[in-house]
């Protein structure tokens, strides 16, 4: 019933929910289309480039390679459109692939999947100022584009340059030190180039009084108790996200041995569906 009444329900999450089920027969009567059906629908919309509905399909019918495949081929076609795109774009071609067990597929499909996730993630991170994920999601993405030697659309440098501008007025010296760091490698990019000083230059004139306090700007509420050690200190866990001691309840990962803060995990779900580790599992920290 509260699927019902979301905008998206009846024809995407309601039709995602009954395929990850089997098609129950307690769903028949709000999904009127099979499995094999979806799979018959997902071959016809690619053929006539409905590209986001045949993601779907292929996802409802649980053909999760199809769906990968499709689905990131057309999201690294979309980072690399001359006139932009916009997150309501990219969670069309990618949210169906939440719903489909990606660690159970090949590491060319969970490294694709992952990374433009990540790139998904650290996008809208960045445009509601979180800037608490903006290292994590953005190592994250640089870690999966190299170990997995993945050709993804966009560059190091872009993902760093990134990372600096959203973090900008809250360590406004760390962002200096990362835009330096660009402007000293000899192979950033003339168009890279040129940015990385405009923003060097204006952090160079920017006043304290110009900074945002921690209390003031925008980013993500605090956790109550999450500042609270909630155990001795030699008992502490710590996170996989930060390296440091976590402070107030603890989220166990799937891996059952690493941890992150519970409001990480809360914070990171908001736009990364996604483990941390990079194993393909969705992480549920409610």
């Known amino acids: 019933e509260y699927l019902l009444q979301h905008p998206q329900g009846p024809d995407i999450h309601i039709p995602l929910l009954a395929a990850r089920h089997g ?25 006539e480039g409905r590209t986001a509905e045949a993601i779907l399909a292929y996802a409802c019918a649980r053909q999760g390679e199809q769906a990968v495949r499709l689905a990131t081929d057309a999201l690294m076609q979309l980072f690399q459109s001359p006139e932009g795109w916009t997150l309501a774009e990219a969670r069309r071609l990618l949210d169906p692939l939440e719903s489909l067990p990606i660690q159970d597929l090949g590491v ?16 809208e991170a960045s445009q509601l100022g979180y800037h ?23 560059s190091l440098f872009e993902i760093t340059m990134l990372e ?13 030190s990362q835009l330096t760091s660009l402007l000293g490698n000899p192979d950033l990019p003339s168009h890279l180039r040129l940015a990385c000083e405009r923003q060097a230059a204006a952090l160079e004139r920017r006043s304290p009084a110009d900074e945002w306090a921690a209390n003031d700007g925008p980013g993500l509420l605090k956790l109550a108790g999450s500042h609270l050690p909630s155990c ?3 008992y502490a866990k710590t ?8 402070r107030g309840p603890a989220f166990e990962l799937e891996d059952k041995r690493n ?20 194993t393909g599992c969705k992480i549920n920290p409610i």
């Open 239 to 246: 996170s996989v996200l930060t390296n440091q001691l976590i």
């Open 232 to 234: 001795y200190k030699k």
């Open 108 to 123: 060319k499909e969970i490294a694709s999947t992952l990374a433009c996730a990540s790139f998904v993630g650290l996008v």
């Open 164 to 176: 600096a501008t959203c973090t900008s007025h809250r360590a406004p010296a760390a962002a200096h």
């Open 23 to 47: 098609y129950p027969e307690s769903l028949r009567n709000y999904v009127s289309i099979s499995r094999p059906e979806q799979q018959d629908r997902a071959a016809q919309c690619q053929a």
């Open 259 to 278: 941890f992150v803060s519970l409001a990480d995990a809360l914070a990171w779900v908001r736009v990364n569906a996604f483990s941390p580790l990079n």
């Open 132 to 154: 608490e994920l903006m290292f994590p999601l953005a190592q994250t993405l640089r870690n999966i584009i190299t170990h997995q030697n993945l050709n993804f659309p966009v």
